[in-house]
């Protein structure tokens, strides 16, 4: 039996339209993406050369099966396995199999609800210390904001005391360099020879490996000091393996943090960005926002208590979060040969979920590209959450989630009651790079 009779695959895309669209896929490959799943359906396949298969999907079936159902037939893509560890070492996000399971048992205690609850307080001041110098009454571009804001938040949570501003800017530094020519190196392949031979991808480990020295430099002093902190480092040293009972060591120590640094601060202000900016468009739902606010502090002072109030805040997150998903797409390769959506699939394809699609296919949402923030509030909510992976799904879900919700909702809150929000941007321009960042959004805030 012939291969092609043994395996099918959804609508195929020429490999020549793809070459031509190449150029302008790098740049931004959602409106193409837009454009084959108006034509092909919700799946759609590319055959490179005589083996290699990719399967794009915005279908629900497809995004639950490989996430959730038969998971562990599903291993991250050697994109994220190999091109992100190179300089992100082997932590939650990039490693597979056995080994993330051991890490994700160990870490997930230091993300229970109850310690969640621990860091509020301390978030809850970096936030209010990060958005006192704010600049009023002129329009400012948001998302360096945001990604200051979300920066240091993390990074208060992580090393509540014990690290200076010189090496958090250092870190920040290092971080958004490494990612930005990891991106280059990704978009532009056929450049590998050359950033190798111009010394840059020897530059950028270089960077990667400073980075480690100095998050290793802190964990070795509050190790020596013997501090009581009330931080997640703190919770991390105290992790232990269930077969051992020994803590992880420094090296993965280090990589762990990495991860929660990189993964825990672009995401948040991409979400704070365009939640921000859709508040400013609607004058109505943020001074919904308020009220709930205001209602919600006047029968309690306790942050964590107040949090679990902000119902409406929530939703309107979740919709923002709809629309604009800050991690827009995933993406699986199958162990062994399998069925996916009825289609008989080879083992090694390479299937890439987009979120950013899957949230506005009209087969799921009525009115798919409006802001309705009630879509995530009561009967209606239940329906919506099927559909909905602002943090992915199954085992592999985002760790920090909560920490995540938490931070936003605070921050949400800490705006709106102390300014008015205007937006002064029609339509959202964003990057869909490993992330999808906004582009020149800009807002303006005035004192109430």
């Known amino acids: 039996m012939s291969e092609n009779r043994k395996y099918n695959y959804p609508n195929r ?7 031509l669209d190449a150029e302008g896929v790098r740049k931004n490959p959602i409106p193409f993406h837009k454009r084959y799943f108006d034509k092909f359906g919700d799946s759609f396949s590319l055959k490179i050369g005589f083996s290699k298969h990719i399967i794009l ?15 562990k037939n599903y291993h991250k893509s050697k994109f994220q396995s190999v091109y992100l ?3 992100l070492g082997k932590g939650l996000l990039t490693v597979d199999g056995d080994f993330w399971l051991k890490q994700r048992r160990l870490i997930q205690p230091a993300f229970h609800k109850q310690k969640m609850n621990q860091l509020v307080e301390n978030m809850n001041e970096t936030i209010a210390s990060e958005l006192k110098d704010l600049l009023e009454e002129k329009p400012i571009d948001l998302f360096p904001v945001m990604s200051q804001l979300a920066f240091n938040v993390v990074a208060k949570s992580l090393f509540q005391l014990s690290i200076s501003d010189e090496k958090l800017n250092r870190i920040k530094f290092i971080i958004e360099e490494v990612q930005n020519f990891l991106i280059k190196e990704i978009r532009l392949p056929h450049k590998a020879w050359w950033f190798s031979l111009s010394g840059q991808v020897k530059k950028h480990l270089e960077l990667a490996e400073e980075n480690n020295s100095i998050i290793q430099e802190i964990i070795e002093q509050r190790i020596t000091s013997k501090e009581e902190i009330n931080d997640l480092l703190n919770m991390l040293l105290e992790t232990r393996y269930e077969d051992t009972g020994e803590g992880m060591s420094v090296k993965q120590l280090v990589d762990e943090i990495k991860v929660l ?5 672009e995401t948040t202000a991409n979400a704070l960005t365009f939640t921000l900016h859709l508040l400013g468009r609607n004058p109505d739902v943020q001074q919904r926002v308020l009220d709930e606010i205001l209602e919600i502090e006047s029968q309690t002072e306790n942050i964590v208590e107040q949090l679990q109030k902000m119902t409406y805040t929530n939703a309107v997150l979740n919709e923002s979060m709809r629309l604009y998903p800050p991690a827009w797409i995933t993406d699986r390769q199958n162990v062994t040969d399998d069925i996916l959506a009825g289609f008989h699939i080879k083992k090694e394809t390479l299937i890439g979920v987009s ?3 899957l949230h506005r296919n009209p087969k799921y949402w009525q009115n798919p590209d409006e802001f309705i923030p009630e879509r995530f509030l ?3 909510k239940k329906q919506s959450m099927q559909y909905f992976y602002p943090f992915g799904a199954g085992p592999r879900m985002c760790i920090g989630a909560g920490f995540a919700i938490y931070e936003m909702c605070l921050t949400i809150a800490q705006i709106v009651k102390k300014y008015e929000i205007k937006s002064s941007t029609d339509t959202v321009q964003f990057n869909p790079l490993i992330t999808l960042k ?3 959004v800009e807002v303006s805030f005035s004192k109430r």
């Open 355 to 357: 979120f950013y699609e």
């Open 13 to 19: 895309l020429s490999i020549l339209r793809f070459f």
């Open 378 to 380: 009561g009967e209606q």
């Open 85 to 87: 560890s190179k300089y």
């Open 261 to 265: 640094f990189i993964a825990g601060h």
């Open 438 to 440: 906004p582009v020149g």
């Open 57 to 71: 999907s915005r279908d629900n079936e497809i995004a639950q099966y490989i996430l959730q159902k038969n998971q």
